[in-house]
């Protein structure tokens, strides 16, 4: 049985040339990887806020949260009662303005850099400081995209509000310290979004300068 089996190997050994290239057939060069078709990559569309159904391929930004709301809001007030403008500048868009106030010819709405900057210069705002000048519970957050039916202001066209613009009426809880009136009963700021935090864009407010 054993010399039978020897012999079936040998004679497999010896029938014809191998089926399979051998080492020494094989090139000598380096064998290159397969080629592969890779697509480039396009710049992916300009985020927008807001985009329609038929738009197709849209990048949209996340909304801002409340927290960035506040931020712009205490951020203001605190640059008020510290009569700091190298703050409160920041805060304002470059078209910032002041609505329904008398300063200016003919009641035109001046810039709210210049009449703030006004404002300080005749008025002691730091009387303010330990006051308790409005409270976050009761602030009033409007959303362009909420599909508001009317205006959180007469002063403000709901129309006119651009995706991603926030309103918000603060009422103030200290207007006066003593004979001065400081500030108005409430103020609407038109807040407008400027990457991940939001400028005033418009303060509407019921003060006269004195």
């Given at each position: ?15 014809g ?7 020494s ?16 990559a396009?710049a ?17 930004r ?15 007030f605190?640059?008020i009662?510290?009569?700091?403008m190298?703050?409160l ?7 910032a ?10 009641n ?15 008025l ?6 330990g ?35 926030v ?8 207007s ?11 103020l609407?700021l ?18 006269q300068?004195?």
């Amino acid at each position: 049985m054993l010399v039978f089996v020897a012999a079936g190997l040998v004679g497999c050994a010896g029938a014809g040339a191998p089926l399979f290239a051998t080492t020494s057939e094989l090139p000598e060069a380096s064998r290159r990887p397969d080629g592969v078709a890779v697509d480039p990559a396009s710049a992916p569309p300009r985020a927008r806020d807001v985009a329609s159904a038929e738009a197709g391929l849209v990048t949209l930004r996340t909304p801002l949260g409340a927290e960035a709301v506040f931020a712009t809001v205490s951020g203001f007030f605190r640059a008020i009662v510290d009569e700091d403008m190298e703050a409160l500048g920041p805060l304002f868009t470059r078209d910032a303005l002041s609505l329904t106030t008398t300063f200016g010819p003919n009641n035109s709405s001046p810039s709210a850099p210049l009449f703030w900057t006004q404002r300080m210069r005749r008025l002691d705002y730091t009387k303010l400081a330990g006051e308790v000048v409005f409270r976050e519970a009761e602030l009033e957050v409007f959303r362009a995209e909420d599909a508001l039916t009317s205006s959180p202001h007469p002063a403000i066209r709901v129309e006119a509000l651009s995706a991603g613009d926030v309103v918000v009426r603060v009422p103030i809880t200290t207007s006066r310290v003593g004979a001065d009136r400081l500030l108005g009963d409430e103020l609407v700021l038109w807040l407008r979004r400027d990457g991940e935090r939001y400028r005033i864009y418009r303060i509407v407010e019921d003060f006269q300068m004195p």
